[in-house]
């Protein structure tokens, strides 16, 4: 019997500096059935050039403009939702850097859970790139009265437990496994996030559908932590964690549960906003501030009046 056919998506937005990296430890994978879908979000550095360049082969889905995240992944999975050919998808930024056996293990560990009648998500283990045995925050448990990680483990080394497959409930969409008849079942990506929690979002989503989700540490990746976004240092990614943190509790919780949330939540940014104004970083002030106004006035998608320029991945 043949292997199950895995349809690698990707999004590209302006990632010339990582690409190289990415292409040349993908082209190690010893996995013998998989494809590569690559969707450029309006590149203006040639990254879909340089994706035509190192893999010919790849089915290359050119936006005229930054979709995010959600939009340019949805794109490509409508198409491949309807697919018989697929047998999973596997979502994979393009800032990672993959170990050549890391599909097998996922493959191995989702055909087990399906030939009991449980179908499941698989996540793999996820190293900071350059510093091998510290961990990235990609998999684990999620706190819904903080909107936040449980017992985070982000630059933490790993230890025996951390070899351990377990349930989990909450997986990063850098690098994660996915039964290609789930986005029937589930739906796609919620495009209200545009980009950041929209893979808590569609893990809980499954979950509530009856898909497990697994991490599975016999797979390695490394994860260039922010090398697309910035994160909570780059204003970009401070007004979306500001708006879409709260976005996404409010979706999944009773209303007297978010309120205790959105309390703690604007306590906290109260006091993470002085901390940098004390630091001279009014940008992430401000960006805070934006991403707080546009979640109470409901203004969800790509942020209004800014030109997105940085990549929605």
Known sequence: M????????TVTTNAAGHLPVFFGALARATYPNWSLTVVDNGSSDGSAAIVKQRWPAANLL???????????????????????????VLFLNDDTEVTPGFIE??????????AKGQPALVAPKTFLAGREGILDDSAGQFDWWRGAWKRRVYGRAETAADN????????????LLVPRETFAR??????????????????????????AVIYEPASVVFHQKGATLG???????????SRNRPYLVRKHQPWPRFAVFFAYYLATRAARSALWLASG?????????AGLRDFTLNRMGPRRGSAQAHPGA
């Open 231 to 241: 994160g909570q240092f780059s204003a970009f990614g401070c007004y979306y964690l």
């Open 281 to 289: 970083r009014r940008d992430l002030v401000a960006a805070t501030a």
């Open 62 to 88: 050119r936006n005229s403009a930054n979709l995010g995240f959600t939009g340019a992944c949805n794109r490509a999975l409508e198409a491949m939702q309807d697919d018989p050919a697929i047998d999973y």
């Open 105 to 114: 293990p996922l493959v191995a560990r989702a055909e087990a859970f399906a």
């Open 186 to 211: 589930v739906g796609l990506l919620d495009d209200a996030f545009f980009v950041y929690y929209d893979d808590t979002d569609f893990c809980r989503r499954a979950i509530d559908a009856g898909y």
């Open 2 to 9: 043949s292997e199950p056919h895995v349809a690698i998506l």
């Open 164 to 175: 351990r497959a377990r349930r989990i409930d909450n997986a990063n969409l850098s690098c």
